[in-house]
């Protein structure tokens, strides 16, 4: 199995293509207005196929809600909740640093201290996918080899963002919903002309996916704002 496994992941480096990791790796040190729209794409593309491979190899239907935790322990990659003094640090991504009690060189620590209450498990899911897109874009495709500290803050105000927020976070949505999921939801639902329309027709799709996959709503209306303006230029309605 293990053998297997090796050859898989040898196979999803080599279907990598340079263009690939030029794109990726421009995105990691920049943002995704950088990018033009033909390369969003791509950069969707590509860390779609590295997604459905760690779903595949940890063993899940990549149609369903994915089990973080379980991929993570696949990739021997170590979570621990403990409760931050500044609430709104959400997580953190330690590899090859140490960590006290760690048992792995790679460990994501989660704020225990989440607020709201009533969304704790969907927060601490979104800030594990993101930290774990850190890790796979950094060590996987921009080859990284090196010490990583990731510091990811629920608010921006006064921090300054994380280097590759928007790339974590575009690989984030794949992990956790999937490209495909997300433009069938969205074409399903959103089929008027009329702008306030579309606006509810999109608040909808927002609503339906947060509950499939149990992802905070206005984390999807952000992927949204992305995904959707690529979708719209296919379908003729960019304005």
Not at 6 to 12: A, F, G
Not at 182 to 211: G, H, P, W
Request: glycine residues 6%.
């Amino acid at each position: 199995m293990c053998l297997r496994r090796k050859r898989k992941e040898i196979e999803l480096m080599e279907n990598l293509t340079t263009n690939d990791k030029s794109l990726a790796k421009k995105l990691l040190n920049g943002k995704i207005c950088d990018l033009k729209d033909m390369e969003v794409r791509s950069v969707l593309i590509c860390f779609q196929k590295i997604a459905d491979y760690f779903l595949e190899k940890s063993g899940q239907d990549m149609q369903s809600r994915p089990q973080l935790l379980e991929i993570l322990e696949t990739e021997g990659v170590e979570v621990h909740s403990l409760p931050f003094e500044d609430t709104n640090l959400g997580g953190a991504l330690l590899v090859n640093v140490e960590v006290a009690g760690a048992k792995s060189n790679k460990v994501i620590m989660i704020n225990k201290n989440f607020e709201p209450k009533d969304e704790e498990d969907k927060r601490k899911r979104c800030t594990l996918a993101k930290m774990f897109g850190h890790y796979i874009i950094r060590q996987i495709v921009a080859e990284e080899k090196e010490k990583i500290s990731v510091y990811s803050y629920k608010s921006e105000a006064g921090y300054d963002p994380e280097r590759g927020r928007d790339a974590a976070n575009l690989f984030a949505a794949c992990l956790l919903i999937s490209v495909g999921n997300f433009e069938e939801t969205y074409s399903t639902i959103v089929t008027s002309d009329n702008e306030t329309m579309r606006t509810s027709q999109e608040e909808k799709v927002c609503q339906v996916l947060a509950a499939e996959f149990a992802i905070i709503p206005t984390k999807i209306k952000e992927w949204l704002g992305t995904f959707k303006k690529l979708w719209e230029q296919e379908r003729g309605h960019t304005k």
